[in-house]
């Protein structure tokens, strides 16, 4: 933007009277006396020719009002429009904002108004923007505690960019209105972009922000980080530990699930949300779990691993609004192609800093304090034992390939993934990665996996080499705290999408095997995240909904093999922890439910408990024929394509509506990208069995009939060569193990 030199304009303005304050600087901290009289002081940065700020001064005489502006020439336009009625409670001052804090004290000025389209649109000139955290600074300075500061423009990308700067540089966002209609107040008078541009239709977006010294979140960080979060035994076995320990050691040592020994409060406004980031989101909620990890480690372990290169939206998790009325919040935009990414992206980052940070606690006390990711590999090998149904399984291994100090082993059941899911498996690269398929289900592979941990021979063999254990399963806390995360984010953008208002209650349907994706839901309920009912989701193995409505935990049943395999488990590992925080922490019911589960199949839970998760959660199931035709009913009424997962949590939760008519908005966790079960996907939308069997040419299909591109995570894999092969039985397991980590003499 040029500034425009209107020739005689300066002269004209030097020679005009007092409504014009010529030597601005002289009158700091005593504006009170340039005015006459005690008033709160309002200024306009950037006030143009004046509209604003002389009809508020003129409406609103209990207020001084002072508009500031560098154009000479809209000053004198400004000035020139009063024609000589001048309000007794307006001036002008002709000068750069850059010296606010030359011509205003401390705590002088009550409130701001910035009311304009963006003179600087370019990139290399965003410093010059009026909300530039340079800027911003000032206004903090200049503003009394709890003053404001209010925008409006026509401008969406100056807008956001407001927005994101308010949020990066401390300030609480109180208002944010992306399409706001006028209101006949002082504070609201339209300027005269704002009346040209409502003419033609423009939406107007306003926000007011708030800048105190001592914040609340300030104040509420510095206690957390006073207090350090601690981390204890759903079984009541173990001492309380930190965060890195409880991360390190994945699942507690002699059975029992590590939780947290309280819950925090989400300290943000539900405004403050709807503009956050997802980096900056997550950020903060790992800080709050985290205390004993550094804020900027937290801060580089997020940016690592959330990004464009392993995101391919730019959203990272964005929340779909069909046609229909479903709200669906797509989790499959990572290198996988599932909502597992969203954890095993950063958890090798989080385990790798713990790791490093309990061997360096003997010598130095904290440990690592500032990277995110330390320069060399740990002393102690890690092992990753992972037990999958098919999404974790590759999430894992794409997550920890090639991480110094690392070797993942991967057991999925044989025949029990979807052939795409095993061809990302067994294509996987690294020299640090085993898959080994298993005669049997899931819940055989999780239950073996468990007790490898457990066993006492193996993990003193792994202790004289050098190793240790951990797990990528979400029994590590690691792998779960992630989680928590999209859930905020998902209301966040409800909000921006104007799909509900402030703090209004929403249900949140949620498509689970092992539990664990839900109880993320619940752990961000109890954070205060407005959450009316959870509806858990399960395919043909409905255990979880039966225990959910009966209170009663029987395995003896059939075990299905569905067309949503990441779903076929029965012993559902997470609901320990969930148990658990029913049963008010009463580790010895827990103790005793679980151990009953793994010796006899079966626990009855307490009608106390089952009446307290009743009234906040439900469960529902989906017969595959169900499944099928949720996925053409919803490309056919939408054109949206979902995979059988997100079809049981569709079908599951129109169900949940139609028996209770409750309206409430609601939320369905989109767990996987269609193309991950083409096959599946292609016998829903043609009502035939794909001929091919060759994956490549299923994409094509899928990509053809639905418009969609195939997911780069998927393209291609038939090229690649399978470097794993192995298939033996569950007795086995914990001698391939050793032997996969050379330790079978």
Not at 182 to 199: C, G, M, Q, S, V
Not at 480 to 509: C, H, R, S, W
Request: hydrophobic share 40%; net charge neutral.
């Amino acid at each position: 933007m040029r500034l425009r030199r209107v020739p005689g304009t300066r002269e004209k303005l030097l020679r005009t009277g007092d409504i014009l304050v010529k030597e601005p600087f002289t009158w700091r901290s005593r504006w009170q006396q340039f005015f006459g009289s005690q008033a709160p002081l309002f200024l306009e940065i950037g006030c143009g020719r004046g509209r604003f700020i002389t009809a508020a001064a003129r409406l609103d005489p209990a207020h001084h009002y002072i508009g500031l502006e560098l154009r000479e020439e809209m000053v004198d336009t400004a000035i020139e429009r009063l024609k000589g009625e001048t309000p007794q409670n307006l001036c002008f001052v002709w000068q750069d904002a850059a010296l606010l804090t030359e011509i205003f004290a401390p705590g002088e000025v009550a409130r701001i108004f910035l009311n304009f389209s963006d003179p600087w649109p370019k990139r290399r000139h965003r410093k010059r923007r009026l909300t530039h955290g340079n800027f911003l600074a000032q206004y903090a300075q200049i503003l009394e505690p709890g003053g404001k500061l209010i925008l409006k423009t026509d401008n969406k990308d100056f807008f956001e960019f407001s927005l994101t700067e308010l949020s990066t540089c401390g300030w609480r966002l109180v208002e944010v209105d992306r399409e706001y209609h006028l209101k006949d107040d002082p504070d609201n008078i339209a300027t005269e972009y704002e009346i040209k541009f409502r003419r033609q239709g423009t939406p107007i977006h306003r926000l007011c922000a708030v800048y105190h010294p001592d914040d609340s979140i300030s104040d509420f960080m510095k206690k957390k980080e006073s207090s350090a979060m601690k981390y204890i035994s759903t079984r009541g076995n173990s001492l309380p530990v930190s965060a890195g320990a409880a991360i390190k050691n994945g699942m507690v040592p002699g059975g029992g699930l590590y939780v947290p020994q309280s819950i925090p409060a989400f300290p943000y406004t539900w405004k403050e949300l709807s503009v956050m980031d997802y980096r900056k989101l997550a950020t903060e909620i790992f800080k709050l779990y985290l205390t004993d990890f550094t804020a900027e480690a937290i801060q580089q372990m997020v940016e690592a691993s959330y990004h464009e290169k392993s995101f391919s939206h730019p959203l990272v998790a964005p929340l779909v609004c069909l046609p229909n009325g479903l709200n669906i919040l797509e989790l499959w935009h990572g290198p996988t192609a599932a909502f597992k990414d969203m954890a095993l992206q950063v958890l090798p980052r989080l385990l790798t800093y713990a790791v490093a940070q309990e061997e360096a606690r003997p010598e130095t006390g904290p440990g690592p304090k500032a990277e995110s990711q330390p320069k060399t590999a740990p002393k102690t090998e890690t092992v990753i034992l992972v037990a999958t149904s098919g999404d974790t399984g590759k999430a894992a291994l794409e997550g920890f390939k090639n991480v110094p100090g690392v070797q993942v082993i991967v057991f999925y059941p044989d025949g029990g993934v979807s052939p795409m899911q095993r061809l990302q498996m067994c294509t996987t690269d690294g020299d640090n990665t085993h898959v080994v398929a298993v005669r049997g289900n899931f819940d055989h592979c999780q239950s073996a996996v468990k007790a490898i941990f457990n066993d006492i021979s193996v993990n003193a063999r792994l202790a004289q080499a050098g190793k240790g254990f951990s797990s990528a399963n979400s029994i590590n806390w690691g792998r779960l705290l992630p989680q928590i995360v999209y859930y905020f984010y998902a209301y966040g953008q409800m909000l921006a999408q104007g799909k509900v208002q402030d703090g209004e209650l929403v249900n949140i349907t949620v498509p689970t095997g092992n539990f664990g994706n839900i109880l993320a839901a619940y752990y961000a309920r109890e954070m205060g995240l407005p959450v009316r009912r959870l509806i858990c989701a399960s395919n043909k193995n409905k255990i979880l909904s039966d225990v959910l409505s009966t209170g009663v935990y029987d395995c003896h049943r059939e075990f299905y093999k569905t067309t949503s395999p990441s779903m076929d488990i029965l012993i559902s590992s997470n609901f320990e922890r969930f148990f658990y925080a029913m049963a008010d922490g009463d580790s010895r019911l827990v103790a005793a439910a679980f151990t009953a589960l793994a010796k006899e199949g079966r626990f009855d839970a307490p009608q106390t408990v089952v009446q307290k998760w009743q009234s906040f959660m439900s469960g529902g199931y989906a017969e595959e024929e169900a499944v099928l035709a949720t996925i053409e009913q919803v490309f056919r009424q939408t054109g949206y394509t979902v995979d059988p997962h997100t079809a049981v949590a569709v079908r599951v939760y129109e169900d949940y509506a139609a028996a209770t008519s409750d309206d409430t908005p609601n939320i369905i966790t989109s767990t996987a990208s269609p193309f991950k079960f083409c096959r599946s996907v292609l016998l829903a939308l043609t009502s035939r069995e794909p001929e091919s069997g060759d994956e490549d040419a299923l994409l094509q299909e899928l990509a053809k009939l639905t418009g969609l591109p195939v997911h780069p995570a998927l393209a291609g894999l038939n090229q690649k060569s399978c470097r794993h092969h192995s298939v033996v039985e569950i007795a086995e397991m914990p001698q391939v193990v050793l032997n996969l980590l050379g330790l079978s003499k």
